[in-house]
T-cell receptor, first 112, second 113 residues
Framework: AQRVTQPEKLLSVFKGAPVELKCNYS??????LFWYVQYSRQRLQLLLRHISRESIKGFTADLNKGETSFHLKKPFAQEEDSAMYYC??????????????FGSGTQLTVLP | DGGITQSPKYLFRKEGQNVTLSCEQNLNHDAMYWYRQDPGQGLRLIYYSQIVNDFQKGDIAEGYSVSREKKESFPLTVTSAQKNPTAFYLCASSSRRPNTEAFFGQGTRLTVV
């Protein structure tokens, strides 16, 4: 079974401060990991995926297989980063149905 | 205009009634998903489908049913057996290829009155 854990329901930081949203996963196979974001009154949308190793809106996330973590980081938070962030994991085992599992989400508030 | 559409946006149901939520996509995606979003609990998977005429139960399938007769459509029925149906429901679709993005609808808020 696959599971995603986001230990922080709420996170507040000041503008310009670094931010880290934690995500841990449980899966026996090779994980596909994603961060999705939901801004106020907007659809849930992809922020980044681990396979791309890219920086989106200043955010990065590194897959640490030893710690089974995929934490989301940004060195200098902006007020427009305030949103709900979800970590997600997708199964990759051959022949299995692709199941997309989400964590419980972290509501990030960036204070002025 | 490509995308994934859920209807209606708001839905009210009397206790004891079944109700069906619509989800349509024109992205040519094979995979479709239904989630329930409750405060503090994130997105919980209800049902998912990888191909027409096939679907699997997710983590909280009890009290729900789905069908996948067409690639574009994945309706969710909330039955009277669902004990706590008031919630926000999200539909998503994606390609079956690995590491591809899931696209979400705007959601349907169901309220039992």
């Amino acid at each position: 079974a696959q599971r995603v854990t986001q230990p922080e329901k709420l996170l507040s930081v000041f503008k310009g401060a670094p931010v880290e949203l934690k995500c841990n996963y449980s899966y026996s196979g090779s994980p596909e990991l994603f961060w999705y974001v939901q801004y106020s009154r907007q659809r849930l949308q992809l922020l980044l995926r681990h396979i791309s190793r890219e920086s989106i809106k200043g955010f990065t996330a590194d897959l640490n297989k030893g710690e089974t973590s995929f934490h989301l980081k940004k060195p200098f938070a902006q007020e427009e980063d305030s949103a709900m962030y979800y970590c997600a994991l997708s199964a990759t085992a051959a022949g299995s149905a692709r199941q997309l599992t989400f964590g419980s989400g972290t509501q990030l508030t960036v204070l002025p | 205009d490509g995308g994934i559409t859920q209807s209606p946006k708001y839905l009210f149901r009397k206790e004891g009634q079944n109700v069906t939520l619509s989800c349509e996509q024109n992205l040519n995606h094979d995979a479709m998903y239904w989630y329930r979003q409750d405060p503090g609990q994130g997105l919980r998977l209800i049902y998912y489908s990888q191909i027409v005429n096939d679907f699997q139960k997710g983590d909280i399938a009890e009290g729900y049913s789905v069908s996948r007769e067409k690639k574009e459509s994945f309706p969710l029925t909330v039955t009277s057996a669902q004990k706590n149906p008031t919630a926000f429901y999200l539909c998503a679709s994606s390609s079956r290829r690995p590491n591809t993005e899931a696209f979400f609808g705007q959601g349907t808020r169901l309220t039992v009155v």
